[in-house]
């Protein structure tokens, strides 16, 4: 049981494969936690599907981006009474039964609890060796650059109080794919938030494809440099001090 309601928000767009697995499975998961689909217009009736699964669903009329995506359903959270957002993908790539790990990281004192795949026990074994270099490459950079004591600041699977969004001012905000995270995470550091890293086993999608491209990667890490240089020209307070939880 958390702290305050959660809510569950997956971003979705062609994911007719996907979308009743996540939620089935949610149910199971966490049957305290309401889930809200935050569809972009998917031509496959991912929404409808949704639905007729009983999660509660904002349809968007296009692709509009991870973060757009996330920013709204942040907001249908806060406006709906929610003390606590969770961001999961909706391709299993996440999984469901670790939504009440993070959940009990939050109850036991975290403003954010990440997924994370690069402390102890976590792992991302369906990725070949390139990519799980270049992922750790692009989150070391991150760390060094933003003075980040996160080691996994790209996680995307993430269980957050509505009080530090509401503190992050996510009007500001407006990156998308990585930069979000990255961007959100070195915001709730300079914020002074308690974060915690809960090791997570990230599994490749099997339905459907990948929308993640290269070039938001590279728009990423030229926005982690643009903020490093920044930050070392104007001095700000180091970050919190980061808490990472067993894999028990």
Request: glycine share 10%; aromatic share 6%.
């Amino acid at each position: 049981m958390t702290i305050a309601p959660a809510l569950v928000v997956v971003p979705t767009y062609q994911e007719a494969d996907n979308i009743e697995r996540v939620l089935e499975r949610l149910r199971v998961a966490a049957p305290d936690a309401g889930v809200l689909v935050v569809d972009d217009a998917s031509p496959d009736g991912t929404a409808d599907l949704a639905e007729a699964r009983g999660a509660h669903v904002l349809r968007r009329p296009g692709k509009a981006g991870l973060g757009s995506a996330y920013r709204a359903g942040f907001e249908w959270a806060r406006v709906n009474g929610f003390g606590v957002a969770v961001e999961m993908d909706a391709d299993l790539s996440h999984d469901p039964d670790d939504v009440p790990r993070l959940l009990a990281a939050v109850d036991d004192g975290a403003d954010l609890a990440i997924g994370s795949r690069y402390v102890p026990g976590g792992a991302t074994p369906d990725w070949p060796r390139r990519r799980r270099l270049l992922s750790r490459v692009g989150n070391r950079y991150a760390g060094r650059m933003l003075r980040l004591r996160v080691r996994d600041a790209t996680a995307g699977f993430r269980a957050w109080r509505m009080d530090l969004l509401d503190a992050i001012d996510l009007d500001q905000v407006t990156t998308d794919g990585y930069g979000f995270q990255i961007d959100l995470t070195y915001r709730a550091s300079r914020l002074g938030a308690q974060i915690a890293e809960v090791p997570i086993v990230f599994s490749d999608r099997r339905y459907g494809t990948s929308k993640m491209s290269g070039g938001i990667i590279l728009e990423a890490l030229r926005l982690v440099t643009r903020w490093g240089v920044r930050d070392r020209i104007m001095p700000s307070r180091p970050g919190p001090a980061v808490a990472t939880t067993s894999t028990g």
